[in-house]
């Protein structure tokens, strides 16, 4: 999670000074350290307005190439992530508004707002397959729901559960006030536990799996028990 400008720490702005640059000298390190720094958010972000893996690489790369091709308009007003973040929605927004001319991240009338919670999902144990399968079609069941969301509830979303970004963070970003990022988080997560629960029921059908590889290595321990070598 990256803080804005006026949040960072003296050593970390002259860090991120310096960064800045070597990136203006097209030192390449420079550059590769930008880009493994912010590829995941600006992806996300990307992802948050088009729904489509494809077009979000496409606007990452654009995102790239305009911010490294006018690093010398970055004044530092806003860390560096930010105004990447800011070039990335704008490109995505862009792609969007030439499709449906009448599209923006608009404001919705006021709800109880919810703070966010951070989701975290267990790693598998390794060697578990079964587990994995299980966990990788909860997850894909999760991002068709978050897909399904309303644009501007699925970018609060992103920006403040995915991403982490504090409720100051996402505001400025979106460019709408505090009170209405709390407002459109609770109604993303509102909306997005009703669109899992449409898709969760096969997945939880095949929950507690005990077959394949697990099944097998309790079957091959009982015999060793009872005395066959298998």
């Known amino acids: ?24 000298g097209r030192d390449e390190a420079a550059l590769r350290e930008i880009m493994q720094a912010n590829n995941r958010r ?13 077009e979000a690489e496409d606007v990452v790369q654009e ?5 490294f091709t ?5 004044r530092g007003e806003a860390g560096l992530s ?9 490109e995505a927004l862009g792609r969007v508004r030439s499709r449906k001319p009448d599209v923006e991240l608009g404001a919705i009338p006021d709800d109880a707002a919810l703070d966010a919670q951070i989701i975290k999902f267990p790693v598998s144990p390794a060697g578990d397959p079964e587990r994995t399968m299980a966990q990788r079609e909860i997850q894909r ?12 509830f699925r970018m609060v979303f992103v920006a403040r559960v995915m991403e982490g970004m504090t409720i100051e963070e996402t505001a400025d970003l979106l460019g ?10 609770h109604r993303a997560r509102t909306m997005l536990r009703e ?8 997945v939880v059908m095949n929950a507690f799996p005990f077959a394949g590889w697990r099944c097998e290595r309790l079957t091959v321990s009982v015999l060793k028990r009872l005395g066959f070598s298998g």
């Open 176 to 185: 709408v006030k505090p009170e209405t990022v709390k407002t459109r988080l």
């Open 195 to 202: 669109n899992v629960e449409k898709e969760i029921g096969p």
């Open 141 to 152: 069941v999760v991002e068709r729901a978050i897909d399904e969301l309303p644009d501007v």
């Open 1 to 24: 999670m990256q803080p804005t400008a006026a949040g960072l720490s003296a050593g970390v702005r002259t860090a991120e000074a310096e960064l800045i640059d070597r990136a203006r």
């Open 63 to 67: 995102t790239y190439v305009r911010a």
């Open 42 to 54: 600006l992806y996300r972000l990307a992802r948050g307005i088009l729904r489509s893996d494809s």
């Open 70 to 74: 006018h690093l010398d308009g970055f």
């Open 82 to 90: 930010t105004w990447l973040s800011r070039i990335a929605i704008n």
